[in-house]
């Protein structure tokens, strides 16, 4: 099999004709002439530059697989050009002729990434051998690209399906908590979504956007360590079974710290969102600028939503009345910047308004019906 063939040229696909490109850089002319006549015996496409600036204004117009360069030319000599390539034709392959048989020169050539070198006088088959190497190389660091690329895409596609089992395993556990407190049927949902919106009103990063969705989705896992008899009671809760109910943000923070490491910010929701802004909240007695922005955002998100949804013993609020409520709470309850994202997230209808406010029946809506 000849050299010609093992050498996929992938940047004269497109044309009709299929041999690959090889640029002769040299400032003697003659010595062009002969490297030409070498190269196009040996099946290339040559074309010729007589300095390495018309060697980069020869590549501009089409690019080459290999390039055989001369060091000692005017303006940019054979170094330089070869710098250039390697920045802006890495797929090239360069050889470099010298007249010195300067080893150092050498060494400075392969560092700068030259793929071989010849000195001149070179012998016929001493060219066609050190080209055909060099394509040899060229094409195996080709494919080698081309399956680092391949693996790259495969790990990313793997780390994406691993990802979204993750999520689906954390969303069983939010199911699992709906289906204990049938009346937060879509509340983690709703909230997730109110939160969203206050989070792109006052602009947050997308960093925090997306663990303010997933945060809110599972603020209130811990619930799922509260008795269903207090969970479900239809009235107001003693001050015990309050104390009880109120233990969910650091219940679901244990369980989820172990599994959301790289989401702090969702932790931060889980743990945090029954603070208050005065410093009144549980369960650290956080205040102001100490919560976590996330936590200030979900803890409107969910009062909104907590609000204006129905319970067995209680109709759901207005809009109108429950944003009313938040404006009276700003500065006491809640953080007064997200209030105002809120209401105007709200005014500008940035999220459906829930016709999910109807419960899901269960076997306990004939009560909520
Ligand atoms: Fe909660």
Redesign the pocket.
């Known amino acids: 099999m000849s050299t010609i063939s093992l050498v996929r040229d992938t940047m004269s696909e497109s044309s009709a004709d299929t041999r690959p490109r090889c640029l002769i850089v040299d400032d003697e002319a003659p010595l062009r002439a002969v490297l030409r006549r070498i190269l196009e015996q040996q099946g290339f496409h040559c074309r010729d530059a007589a300095s390495g600036v018309d060697a980069v204004v020869a590549l501009e117009q089409e690019p080459a697989s290999l390039v055989l360069s001369d060091y000692h030319m005017p303006e940019m000599d054979g170094v330089e050009l070869l710098r250039t390539i390697r920045d802006r034709w890495p797929d090239t392959a360069v050889v470099m002729v010298t007249a010195v048989s300067d080893v150092e020169l050498a060494v400075q050539c392969l560092a700068n990434g030259a793929m071989d070198y010849v000195t001149k006088p070179f012998r016929v088959e001493e060219i066609r051998g050190r080209v055909g190497q060099a394509l040899e190389k060229r094409e195996l660091l080709l494919e080698n690209k081309t399956y680092r690329e391949n693996l790259e895409a495969r790990v990313q596609a793997q780390a994406r399906a691993y990802e979204e089992l993750f999520l689906a395993s954390l969303q069983s556990l939010a199911d699992a908590l709906e289906v204990k407190d049938p009346y937060t049927w879509g509340h983690s949902v709703r909230v997730g979504r109110y939160a969203m919106a206050i989070a792109i009103e006052l602009g947050l990063d997308e960093q925090h956007l997306v663990q303010i969705e997933l945060g809110s989705r599972l603020?209130?896992i811990g619930?799922i360590g509260v008795r269903e008899t207090v969970l479900n009671k239809d009235g107001p809760l003693t001050d015990e079974e309050y104390h009880h109910v109120m233990e969910?943000?650091v219940i679901g923070w244990r369980i989820l710290s172990p599994l959301l490491r790289d989401a702090p910010h969702a932790l931060s929701v889980v743990r945090s969102?029954?603070e208050r802004y005065d410093g009144r909240g549980a369960p650290d007695h956080l205040a102001g600028d100490n919560i976590p922005i996330e936590a200030r955002v979900a803890a409107v998100a969910?009062s909104f939503d907590a609000m204006t949804s129905g319970r067995p013993y209680r109709a759901g609020m207005a809009v109108d009345d429950a944003m009313a409520e938040l404006e009276r709470c700003a500065g006491s309850q809640f953080d007064p910047e997200c209030v105002q994202a809120f209401k105007r997230a709200l005014a500008a209808r940035a999220f459906p308004l829930p016709d999910s406010f109807v419960r899901r029946p269960t076997s306990r809506s004939a009560v909520a019906a």
Do not use: F, V
């Open positions: 603020h209130d619930k969910h943000p969102h029954h969910d």
